[in-house]
Structure formats: structure tokens, C-alpha cells
């Protein structure tokens, strides 16, 4: 029964390789995200889909791509990895467009770099 | 852009006592504004949230104010407990875009 679920919850890999992390929601929510967090802890949202349309978009470098198939599932596609791409990613969702903000992390996806 | 400042970064507090982190933000169209907590290695969870049409909220231990004025808003929690040690992250939503915008993080410590 879980609500939004990551896979892999953890990713070694060595620089220049590819690399895609997903995400599932079974909340029926609409708005789906992608969030980094760094060895401080600072969580920053990198990417936003509503209804499988991009809405955010921060300055993240081309290296990410974000593609959700439909309104459940939000991929995560990274090229070139480097070692700065080190850090915990969490995907999250929202019923963003009913009046409902509240957002729901995954369980992360700890990415290390080597 | 929306920006969110935390405080402190760290507190300690005993058992029993009451903690408080606070949290300013910038944008004043921001209109909603959510607590998290996140316990080490898992992820964040909302523990409570307010509006902005709202000035304060409780949830048994946990309360929370928001001061639209000043533009800011705090965390409170009575009566500690060892399972109250965590990390907390205010945030705050843009008016526009469902942003979420996040403080630093308060990494709250119970001692017993």
C-alpha cells in the first residue's frame, strides 16, 4: 500500500556513466516532483509535472531529463554522471490542482557517484 | 524567487521541554506552509501545515502560527520526546506553480 515508491533506493556508479531512477504514485494525484538533497540536507526541487506536462523546470543541467509516461509515474534520466550528482533524490506528488497542496515524498534514491 | 530562512540549525532540548524553530519567507503570495520531519535516512514526512488564511494550528503536541505580516511562521512542540529528535523542514508554496520552497532544516536533538 505504499503511496510513492522509488526504485532503486540506491545507485553506485562510476562518472560518465547513465543512469534512471523511477517513481510511482498510487494516490491518483496529478502533480508529480522530483527534489535533491545535498550532504547538508538542503532539499531543492529540480522538476514538476502536471498531468504528464512540464511545469517546473529549476537550473538544473541538461544532463537531467525528467519523463513521466502518464500521470502516475515521473522518471528520472541523468547522462554524463559526475561526482557533484552525489546526494539523495526524492520524488513527491500533490493533487496541485484541487485545492490540495499537501506533498508526499518516496522513500529517496541514494545516488553515489565513484 | 521565494526565499525561506530557518533557525537555529541545530537545537537540543531536554526531555519533557519545549522547542521552537522558526522560519521567514519573502514572497508575501506565498499562501500555504508545511512542517516536515525527517528522521535519518528516510524521507520527509509532513507532520502539519497551515494557510494563509489561518493564524495558528495544533495537532495534539505540535502547533503551529503564522505571522503574515511579519512573514513568518514557527514550530512548536511540547513535551519532547526522544522520538521527537529529527530533522524539521519548514517550506513555503508559491501563490503560482505549486513551488515548494525550503528552509534549511533544524536538526532537533531530545536528550533524555
Known amino acids: 500500500d505504499t503511496a510513492v515508491s522509488q526504485t532503486p533506493k540506491y545507485l553506485v556508479t562510476q562518472m560518465g556513466n547513465d543512469k534512471s531512477i523511477k517513481c510511482e504514485q498510487n494516490?491518483?494525484?496529478?502533480?508529480m516532483y522530483w527534489y535533491k538533497q545535498d550532504s547538508k540536507k538542503f532539499l531543492k526541487i529540480m522538476f514538476s509535472?502536471?498531468?504528464?506536462?512540464?511545469?517546473i523546470n529549476e537550473t538544473v543541467p541538461n544532463r537531467f531529463s525528467p519523463k513521466s509516461p502518464d500521470k502516475a509515474h515521473l522518471n528520472l534520466h541523468i547522462n554524463s554522471l559526475e561526482l557533484g550528482d552525489s546526494a539523495v533524490y526524492f520524488c513527491?506528488?500533490?493533487?496541485?490542482?484541487?485545492?490540495?497542496?499537501?506533498?508526499?515524498f518516496g522513500p529517496g534514491t541514494r545516488l553515489t557517484v565513484t | 524567487g521565494e526565499n525561506v530562512e530557518q533557525h537555529p540549525s541545530t537545537l537540543s532540548v531536554q526531555e519533557g521541554d519545549s522547542a521552537v524553530i522558526k522560519c521567514t519567507y519573502s514572497?508575501?503570495?506565498?499562501?500555504?506552509f508545511p512542517w516536515y520531519k525527517q528522521e535519518l535516512g528516510k524521507r520527509p514526512q509532513l507532520i502539519i501545515d497551515?494557510?494563509?488564511?489561518?493564524g495558528e494550528k495544533k495537532d495534539q503536541r505540535i502547533a503551529v502560527t503564522l505571522n503574515k505580516t511579519a512573514k513568518h511562521f514557527s514550530l512548536h512542540i511540547t513535551e519532547t520526546q526522544p522520538e521527537d529528535s529529527a530533522v524539521y523542514f519548514c517550506?513555503?508554496?508559491?501563490?503560482?506553480?505549486?513551488?515548494?520552497?525550503f528552509g534549511g532544516g533544524t536538526r532537533v536533538l531530545v536528550k533524555p
Open positions: 513527491a506528488s500533490s493533487q496541485g490542482t484541487s485545492g490540495r497542496p499537501e506533498q508526499y
Open positions: 494516490l491518483g494525484h496529478d502533480t
Open positions: 509535472y502536471n498531468n504528464k506536462e512540464l511545469i
Open positions: 514572497d508575501s503570495a506565498s499562501n500555504y
Open positions: 497551515i494557510r494563509s488564511n489561518v
Open positions: 517550506a513555503a508554496l508559491t501563490a503560482a506553480g505549486n513551488k515548494l520552497t
